[in-house]
C-alpha cells in the first residue's frame, strides 16, 4: 500500500466551495488526517488529503480531478506518494471527542 498526500487548489473559490470539495473527496476515500507512527491523528491543512491504496498516482490524480469537476469548479491537483513514510510538524493533533 502506499501512502499518497493530494494537495487541491481550486480555481475562483470560496469557503463554500472548499466544504463541497471536502465532502466530495471523502465520497471518493481521501481523508483529511494522517496518523502518526505513535498512533496519533493529526489534521492535514486546508485542501490537503491522504489516502493509502493499492492504486497508481495517476488513478489518485484523476479520482481529485474527477471530485473538482463534480462541484462544478477548475483546479489543481498535485499527488505525492511515498512508501518511506511521511515527516511533519505543526499540524494540529485531533482531539478525541468520544463522549463517555
Same mark, same amino acid.
Given at each position: ?9 481550486? @480555481? !475562483?473559490?470560496?469557503?463554500?466551495? $472548499?466544504?463541497?470539495? @471536502?465532502?466530495?473527496? $471523502?465520497? /471518493?476515500?481521501?481523508? /483529511? ?6 498512533? &496519533?491523528?493529526?489534521? &492535514?491543512?486546508? =485542501? ?12 489518485? /490524480?484523476?479520482?481529485? !480531478? =474527477? =471530485?473538482?469537476? =463534480? ?6 491537483? &498535485? ?6 513514510? /511521511?515527516?511533519?510538524?505543526? &499540524? ?9
Amino acid at each position: 500500500m502506499t501512502r499518497f498526500t493530494v494537495r487541491v487548489e481550486l @480555481h !475562483r473559490a470560496d469557503e463554500q466551495d $472548499y466544504e463541497a470539495l @471536502h465532502d466530495e473527496m $471523502y465520497l /471518493r476515500g481521501f481523508g /483529511r488526517t494522517i496518523i502518526s507512527s505513535a498512533g &496519533l491523528e493529526f489534521s &492535514l491543512p486546508t =485542501a490537503e488529503y491522504n489516502e493509502i491504496s493499492s492504486r497508481t498516482p495517476q488513478e489518485v /490524480r484523476a479520482d481529485a !480531478r =474527477a =471530485a473538482i469537476s =463534480a462541484i462544478g469548479k477548475k483546479g489543481a491537483v &498535485l499527488v505525492t506518494p511515498s512508501e518511506r513514510g /511521511r515527516w511533519w510538524s505543526g &499540524l494540529d493533533e485531533v482531539e478525541d471527542t468520544d463522549e463517555e
